[in-house]
């Protein structure tokens, strides 16, 4: 089977390959993540592009698009261009396991660092028609206390850009849903991406992942090819094997033999045999 990708002349910010190469850019991943949470963000550490978490052995492990953190808070940035029915408990495990990794053994709760997963959807995943959504855990019976644990839910649907009343968070929603640059830090942003399609590191590396997806991709399907027809033969000598065993114990009936001998000797029960 040939498979087909994006060209690259075709890529844009929101494109995984893309999206995780210009946020390695410090300056661009610091000024998105300001203004999608409207704070002020320290000195970042270097971001982590598909960071892999897996704590255990045998649990499920998650692959992050973009890690970041700074002194005081870790930030998980998502691109998601689907809205699967399990998003809500995705970003629960995405937060836990975040956790797990940020606080080292021995360290107490009290260490924990602020923590945000932000998922920037391209389809507005709740469907109220807002720009943002921000969860907190908050009391149900009075809504004014909220449970400090300092643990955060961010979703954006760039489509409502339109809505937002913040200039600057607005455009940026903007550009992600309209590949249009009205503000100088969306301008910048897309220079950067121009300028990726233009370079032979970035172009090759695009090549090479795609390559390696089909040969995983083709890989897979030449074993579970491998698997259905071992499974067909199995499924076909069973069956034969099945249909031996009914003629068999025909013939014995045929020939007056007690229901428990035919039993015996074919495996059948005896209310199969009955109706033979």
Excluded at 142 to 157: H, W
Aim: hydrophobic share 35%.
């Amino acid at each position: 089977m040939e498979y087909t990708h994006k060209p690259v002349e075709e890529l844009s910010f929101t494109d995984d390959f893309m999206f995780g190469t210009v946020m390695k850019n410090r300056m661009i991943c610091k000024g998105v993540i300001e203004r999608l949470l409207q704070i002020k963000v320290g000195k970042i550490e270097y971001p982590s592009l598909q960071k892999k978490i897996a704590p255990f052995y045998e649990s499920k492990g998650i692959r992050l698009d973009v890690y970041v953190s700074d002194p005081e808070r870790i930030f998980d940035i998502e691109i998601q261009t689907s809205i699967p029915p399990s998003l809500p408990k995705r970003t629960r495990y995405y937060q836990s396991l975040m956790d797990v990794d940020n606080l080292l053994r021995g360290q107490s709760y009290a260490e924990l660092k602020e923590s945000y997963v932000i998922f920037i959807c391209t389809q507005d995943p709740f469907g109220v028609d807002l720009p943002v959504y921000t969860f907190r855990s908050v009391c149900s019976e009075d809504g004014s206390i909220f449970l400090d644990d300092k643990s955060y839910k961010v979703f954006y649907n760039v489509g409502a850009y339109g809505k937002e009343d913040e200039p600057e968070l607005s455009a940026l929603l903007e550009y992600l849903c309209e590949r249009r640059a009205t503000s100088g830090f969306t301008q910048h942003i897309d220079e950067l991406v121009e300028k990726a399609k233009r370079n032979e590191k970035f172009r090759s590396w695009y090549m090479s992942l795609n390559i390696r997806e089909d040969d995983l991709r083709m890989a897979g399907e030449k074993i579970g090819f491998e698997r259905g027809i071992r499974k067909g033969r199995r499924d076909g000598i069973a069956a034969g094997a099945y249909q031996a065993k009914r003629e068999t114990a025909k013939l014995m009936a045929e020939r007056k033999y007690p229901l428990t001998e035919i039993h015996h000797m074919t495996g059948l029960s005896e209310a199969e045999i009955k109706k033979l």
